[in-house]
């Protein structure tokens, strides 16, 4: 239990870290934003997910095998706007490979946008999905959460991916002391599902209270700060912003 604490510290408050300095708590709060998304993309938007492209393509083969409650289309928006947000993020990924926080800032002020332009077209309908409200905010959404979900991947913050958890809890339970592993990272595993947790369960609780303008500007709200933090790092020459081999 003290070495789970103890990480779980050095996750939230990284002073003096040279491997990754201020990534990680940035990482986590991107974690809880992904909750917040899918809240709204399953909850208010059919069904469907933006940032977990596996539950998309079990949906898919769920409608193509005759089931009438997922659509064929809005699992294959999804995907396609996801798979354009990764592009982009790629393509962030070759331009600041010396960087990290560079990076992070550029990807971070994307989604910024993105969420943004998704925030505006909910309030301009006054929170009705209407068939055109709901698949652009799929592909805004999904565009940001491929972006994310690459530049997380780029940035190699081991137990950060901030979209997926499938591996984290698996870490968790394979490297435990009972299956004779040494459990490395037991606290920021830990936080990961946690994060995601409590952005879920947060947006959850809004969508379905009806609140869904307020769960995207909480969303935007996050991710302009996670903007603003590596945007302040931007000028740093410590060893954590160059690329992990």
């Given at each position: 239990m003290?070495?789970l604490?103890g990480?779980a510290l050095r996750t ?7 491997l ?13 934003a992904?909750g917040?998304?899918?809240?709204v993309?399953?909850l208010a938007?059919?069904h469907?997910?933006?940032?977990n492209m596996t539950?998309n393509?079990?949906f ?5 095998a005759?089931?009438?409650?997922p ?19 790629g393509r962030?990924?070759?331009r600041?490979?010396g ?7 550029a ?5 910024t946008a993105?969420v943004?332009?998704?925030?505006v ?9 209407t ?5 652009a ?5 999904g565009l ?18 901030t ?9 968790l339970?394979a ?10 990272r037991?606290g920021r595993?830990v936080?990961s599902v ?6 879920a ?10 609140h869904?303008?307020?769960?995207l500007?909480l969303?935007l709200a ?9 945007h302040?790092?931007r000028s740093?020459d410590?060893a ?6």
């Open positions: 003290r070495r604490l990480d939230l408050w990284p002073r003096g870290e040279e990754h300095g201020p990534l990680p708590p940035l990482l986590l709060a991107l974690t809880v992904t917040l998304v899918d809240a993309s399953y938007l059919g469907v997910f933006v940032a539950g393509v079990v898919l083969g769920f409608a193509l005759g089931d009438a409650e659509s064929v289309l809005a699992p294959v928006a999804s995907t396609a706007a996801f798979l354009l947000g990764a592009l982009a993020g962030l990924g070759t600041f490979a960087h990290r926080a560079r990076l992070l800032a990807a971070a002020a994307g989604e993105l943004a332009a998704a925030l077209t909910a309030a301009a309908a006054h929170g009705r999905v068939p055109g409200v709901q698949y905010l799929i592909a805004f959404l940001a959460m491929g972006l994310q979900n690459a530049v997380a991947r780029r940035l190699g913050v081991p137990d950060l991916t979209t997926v958890l499938t591996l984290t809890l698996t870490g339970a490297d435990s002391g009972p299956a004779g592993g040494e459990a490395p037991p595993r936080l946690a994060a995601m947790f409590l952005g369960l947060t947006g959850g609780s809004l969508v379905l209270a009806g869904l303008v307020a769960t500007a969303t996050l991710l302009a700060a996670v903007a603003a933090a590596a302040r790092q740093a410590a954590w912003v160059r690329p992990r081999p």
